[in-house]
Each structure stands twice: as C-alpha cells, then as structure tokens.
C-alpha cells in the first residue's frame, strides 16, 4: 500500500511562489514514477507533472518554464516547485504515483488528500 501526503498550499498574489512537497510512505513493486494533478472548480483534474524513479521529468505545456518538479529519495518526498504563480492556478494540487512507460505518465490508484493553491490578483 502508498500513502501519499501534500502539503505547502496556501493563498499567494500573482506573481509569486510556492513549493507543494508530497510525503510517500509504503512501495507497490509495479510503481516506477510519481506526479502531480491539479483540479480547478468546475474543471476536470489535469495532469501537470511527472517524475519517473530515475528522475526524468515531463511537464503539460502549460505549465513549462514555471513548474519543477522534483523528488528527494533520502525523505521519500516529491516537490513541485511553482513560480511566476496566475490566477489560473488556482486548483487543488494532488499527488499521485504511478507508472512510466512509452505511453507516458499512467496513474494507479493512489491519490494524496490534495492541497490547495489560491493564486489571488
């Protein structure tokens, strides 16, 4: 089983930062990859970032240039890293893990609580 744990939300003006971190627990042998989702009111939820175990890293255009992802294997923790923050950010931000492979990013069944980003202008 995985858990997974987000944290570092928080109401911000446009233009800032925030670094989300997400805290694992637990290994599934078939899990080689971890992301983060975002899902804004009224909106489906969208896959923003992806970091496979080897750290290769894949972002949605939308977001290149603002968003890193990253992961730190010592605190089995994955960051996501957001600058130059818009309004439309405005979403809650989950964690999830996965699988990597030809297709890209595949999410298995393990989602964290979320939380949440307010971008203010």
């Known amino acids: 089983q995985v858990q997974l744990v987000e944290s570092g939300g928080g109401l911000v003006q446009a233009g800032g930062s925030l670094r989300l971190s997400c805290a694992t627990s637990?290994?599934?042998?078939?899990?080689?990859?971890k992301a983060w989702y975002r899902q804004a009111p009224g909106k489906q939820r969208e896959l923003v970032a992806s970091?496979?175990?080897?750290?290769?890293?894949r972002y949605a255009d939308s977001v290149k240039g603002r968003f890193t992802i990253s992961k730190d294997n010592a605190k089995n923790t994955v960051y996501l890293q957001i600058n130059s923050l818009k309004p439309e950010d405005t979403a809650t931000y989950y964690c999830?893990?996965?699988?990597?492979?030809?297709?890209?990013?595949?999410?298995?069944?393990?989602w964290g609580k979320g939380t949440l980003v307010t971008v203010s202008s």
């Open positions: 637990g290994s599934i042998f078939s899990i080689n990859a």
């Open positions: 999830n893990a996965g699988t990597w492979s030809t297709r890209g990013y595949v999410a298995m069944n393990y």
């Open positions: 970091i496979t175990d080897g750290g290769t890293t």
